[in-house]
């Protein structure tokens, strides 16, 4: 996976390791850091996942990640499997996350640099809702042998 090694080599990879360096690779202190700091983490409200393609035993997978929503409370990730190759798409996942006052148990504003920084790793769907998303994965499936 080209975030564990940092070796981008196309334009989705690259704006995933940008991603992945600037939030996702940061260490486990430093998150630590981040709530302890601002009293707020991500927390999962919402999964929705469709399995489109068998993946067999050892098989080699790409996942990658992409934020498609961001709101002043919630954001979206999409996240794809793919085939080694990149042909296939295997399963889809659409991640809605609440931002969360750790301190007063409930749902907190994004900071703007917060969103600013999310915004730059925005990428705009043609397909606005899931089902939507997972028939064009279908449909793309399909040609894609």
Known sequence: ?????????TSDEKCMVDFD?????KSWSEYEEYTKKTGCTWVTVQNEIAYLKEVRYN????????TIEIGDRLSKVEILMKSEDG???HSILWLTVIYFDIKTRSAATHPEETKALFRKFLVNLEETDFQSRVATFRKH?????
């Open 59 to 66: 098989s080699k997978v790409q996942i990658s990640s992409k």
């Open 141 to 145: 499936n399909k040609t894609a042998k």
């Open 21 to 25: 360096l600037a939030i996702l690779g």
């Open 87 to 89: 042909k296939t798409i």
């Open 1 to 9: 996976m080209s975030t564990k090694f940092h070796d981008a080599k």
